[in-house]
């Protein structure tokens, strides 16, 4: 059974700092990309950061460019995002996902293969 578990989630002053993790396990994820998105109440789910798990290339959207780092860890199955000077607009659920598409093509939803649960992330003003 394929599961993706975030968690390190929690509540966050502006400015603060959280590591949010996502343990894989279930089957060889080294052929796919590892994505963080997050939605927000009301709005769409948004593409945050990927990681191809195979070189370790990474790629961010323009809005956590800085703040945000993505890593993973082979040996224990896991893929991190680090989310430095938050700011109260990064409040939402985020959520793992392992992704087909390559590191060049991410950003959309089409190609994702498997979701984690989400881990909310509230950042305070």
């Known amino acids: 059974q394929v599961q993706l578990v975030e968690s390190g989630g929690g509540l966050v002053q502006a400015g603060g700092s959280l590591r949010l993790s996502c343990a894989a396990s279930?089957?060889?994820?080294?052929?796919?990309?590892m994505d963080w998105f997050r939605q927000a109440p009301g709005k769409e789910r948004e593409f945050v950061a990927a990681?191809?798990?195979?070189?370790?290339?990474?790629y961010y959207a323009d809005s956590v460019k800085g703040r945000f780092i993505i890593s993973r860890d082979n040996d224990k199955n896991t893929v991190y995002l680090r989310l430095n000077s938050l700011k109260p607009e990064d409040t939402a659920v985020y959520y793992c996902a392992a992704d087909r598409a390559p590191l060049f093509r991410v950003g959309g939803t089409d190609l994702i293969a498997y979701w984690g649960q989400g881990t909310q992330v509230t950042v305070s003003s």
């Open positions: 279930g089957r060889t994820f080294s052929s796919y990309t």
């Open positions: 990681i191809s798990w195979s070189s370790g290339y990474t």
